[in-house]
């Protein structure tokens, strides 16, 4: 079973969710709360969910700045923010900042639900037309590519990340086990000095890689 927390401050929407994610065989809501103040006091005797829905648009603190704050103190903890701002500087904020996934509220219910069991499997959830948006970004003004700290096997894999995959679609792509895909993410990570799969797509559209 998936454990899922909730933070969102409009009722009906907080609620809908809970009611959907407990009628589920693999999932459950174990937390729902209007903000992240009340979210870390129910913490205190609660166990932190595997997975995080937040909204941006908070009372109290932002969603943008609960991020940090979460993952500084839970940093297994995987968050999705689903909110209804598309504009690209709050989504590669809340990207590189340690958002895993970012969708848009007008997402169906069971395509959250794919989308957390994407996440779950390694992917990094997002709607179309936020990828899209990700890609756009960095295509008016490419800067002159860098020379790359990584092996071709390790660029295979950050492919297969900004193609959106998890981390068994990846293996399936290179023939390789999925521990071995985690252990390449990981050599990654440290030789690019990043924290989150959203830290190297957004090196890898800029060239940076």
Known sequence: MISIGIIEDENDIRNDLVV???RQQDLFCSIAEPSVESFLKVLKTKTIPDILLMDIQLPGMSGLEGIRLIKDQFPDTEIIMLTIYDD???IFKALVTGASGYLLKNTSLPKIREAILELRAG???MNPQ???KV???FNPAKPAKKESPLTDREKEIVIGLVDGLSYQAIGDRMGITIETVRSYIKTIYRKLQVNSKGEVIK??????I
Request: glycine share 10%; hydrophobic share 30%; charged share 30%.
């Open 20 to 22: 959907y994610f407990n």
């Open 88 to 90: 690209t500087e709050k």
């Open 123 to 125: 992917g990094a959830p």
């Open 130 to 132: 936020i990828a899209r």
């Open 135 to 137: 890609i756009e970004y």
């Open 203 to 208: 090196k890898s559209l800029s060239g940076e």
